[in-house]
């Protein structure tokens, strides 16, 4: 595990791949973190430098209360990390990749969205119930590994795959209360007015542009998907019946592949 220091906070990542290759960087969402992305790792490596990050607040890095967890000041100190580590150019593939894209669209050379949030058509539940404050009281003491295995199931197809050994990747950060304390501010701090300020600018955007959807998505309509690729110019969708939230989980090859040949067409 590596580590970048912004403003005395440490943001944990790691590195791996081929070094001659074409950068990309992985961002997790809100409920996960690095670990999300672990199945797709061996298709991307042959030919990409591949960044795995966590966002402050999840997974391995600092998990500070005293700083907001918006998607909007992720996409800044995430500007902030590729800077740091000396990156101008790359594909970005995940969470707050829209706003960062209509802010330094010049960087990237392409953006994979997947299963991602939209417009104003989020925060989502559970997420809603725990920005309420008697909740959020509740799940610091209730929350348990039932209640979260629960919750998993709910955005998965293949329900079978929610194990010991998934549900301890998923627990992991949440095992103290520190860990919880920092899920329950990302949640907080989640407006869906960062999106909606650039709902207009995306429509501008000329970076080649990939969305993916599970269909099976409880948690995310079909609508913000459809919606982002009638707004972003050039861009392509694709859709998947076996899969739901979790995409990374339910198929990984169908995902790691597709991203794989879409980046191919697109540059060669």
Not at 129 to 158: C, E, N, S
Not at 165 to 189: E, I, Q, T, V, Y
Not at 198 to 210: E, G, H, R, S
Request: charged share 20%; proline share 3%.
């Amino acid at each position: 595990m590596l580590y970048a220091v912004m403003n005395n906070q440490k943001i944990c990542y790691t590195r791996s791949g081929n070094a001659n290759g074409d950068v990309m960087l992985l961002v997790h969402g809100i409920t996960t973190y690095s670990f999300i992305w672990r199945k797709l790792l061996p298709f991307l490596e042959k030919d990409y430098d591949v960044i795995v990050i966590d966002l402050l607040g999840c997974g391995s890095s600092d998990m500070p209360l005293d700083v907001s967890y918006s998607i909007k000041a992720h996409e800044e100190r995430l500007f902030t990390f590729v800077e740091q580590l000396g990156i101008q150019h790359f594909h970005l593939v995940g969470g707050i990749a829209q706003i960062f894209a209509t802010n330094h669209a010049k960087m990237l050379m392409s953006l994979s969205l997947i299963n991602t949030v939209g417009y104003d058509f989020w925060p989502v539940q559970p997420i809603i119930a725990i920005r309420t404050p008697v909740i959020r009281q509740l799940l610091m003491g209730a929350l348990d590994l039932g209640m979260m295995r629960l919750f998993v199931k709910a955005g998965m197809y293949h329900k079978e795959r929610v194990d010991n050994a998934l549900m301890d990747l998923f627990w992991k950060p949440l095992r103290n209360s520190k860990g919880r304390k920092a899920f329950m501010h990302f949640a907080r701090c989640l407006d869906n007015h960062n999106l909606m300020d650039i709902a207009n600018q995306l429509k501008l955007l000329d970076i080649p542009t990939l969305i993916m959807r599970g269909d099976a998505d409880s948690f995310l309509g079909a609508s913000t998907a459809e919606k982002l690729h009638a707004d972003i110019p050039s861009s392509q969708l694709l859709r998947i019946d076996t899969a739901s939230h979790y995409l990374m989980e339910d198929e990984p090859e169908w995902t790691a592949e597709n991203i794989l040949t879409f980046i191919r067409e697109q540059h060669g």
